[in-house]
């Protein structure tokens, strides 16, 4: 955590009746893009196996460049894992496709993120792409429908969970939450020794662990037992 003047971005969310969201930002000058090389020294990174960003800290200066830096820096030490969660109100889709995929070992992002980064693009060519540019594990949510996972060019289909969905906040982080937590073991590098068939597994889970955070109000998944106290 640092400690920063400026205040943090304020996102609001409002559902629709099938529990999608629309969100308003307000964040101009705020604290979310004000990163320092001071404050991303590599020491931040300890002994991280895995080294997670994305979204707006991705593109908005003057942050952004040190971000992209402190990625950089990182890589060696520690598996790449990158979420552009594009927000195309407050950055133009060239903003994006500069900093995307952005040394990136993993590349999870949702199918309206695609459409924005490459419109008329095909899930499949859009990974064939990030492939060459280095990603070698590219997965496209598709909400209900599951997910699209390709791994250096080997692709399956992970369906989707049916539940009742209450609230589509925290969905996408929630699966990638749930894919980084069962790859684990693989973390650390170049993702070399991890196989397909591992790779979907991580992303079933994933994909359980979103629909889960579906089934209530809010962006925290349910406690299978009572919540321990913070």
Request: net charge negative; with cysteine; proline share 6%.
């Amino acid at each position: 955590m640092v400690e920063a003047d400026e205040l943090s971005t304020l996102a609001v969310a409002a559902l629709d009746d099938a529990g999608r969201a629309v969100y308003s930002f307000y964040a101009e000058g705020a604290a979310d893009f004000q990163w320092s090389r001071a404050e991303l020294g590599l020491d931040r990174l300890g002994g991280a196996s895995c080294l997670h960003t994305g979204s707006l800290a991705l593109v908005t200066e003057p942050g952004a460049g040190e971000v992209a830096a402190f990625v950089a820096a990182a890589a060696p030490y520690a598996t790449i894992s990158v979420d552009p969660n594009v927000r195309p109100g407050l950055a133009t889709r060239e903003a994006y496709l500069k900093r995307v995929p952005g040394g990136a070992d993993i590349l999870r992002l949702s199918e309206e993120d695609l459409a924005f980064l490459l419109p008329g693009t095909s899930q499949e060519a859009a990974c064939d792409r990030w492939h060459e540019q280095g990603v070698r594990l590219v997965v496209v949510t598709r909400g209900a429908a599951g997910a699209l996972v390709s791994l250096a060019g080997e692709r399956v289909v992970v369906p989707g969970v049916p539940v009742e969905v209450v609230d589509t906040v925290g969905a996408g982080d929630a699966f990638t939450a749930g894919l980084l937590h069962r790859l684990h073991g693989h973390l650390g590098g170049r993702l070399d020794g991890l196989d397909l068939e591992t790779a979907h597994e991580a992303a079933v889970f994933g994909a359980e662990v979103a629909a889960l955070t579906c089934t209530v109000p809010g962006a925290d998944p349910p406690w299978p037992g009572p919540k321990p106290e913070d």
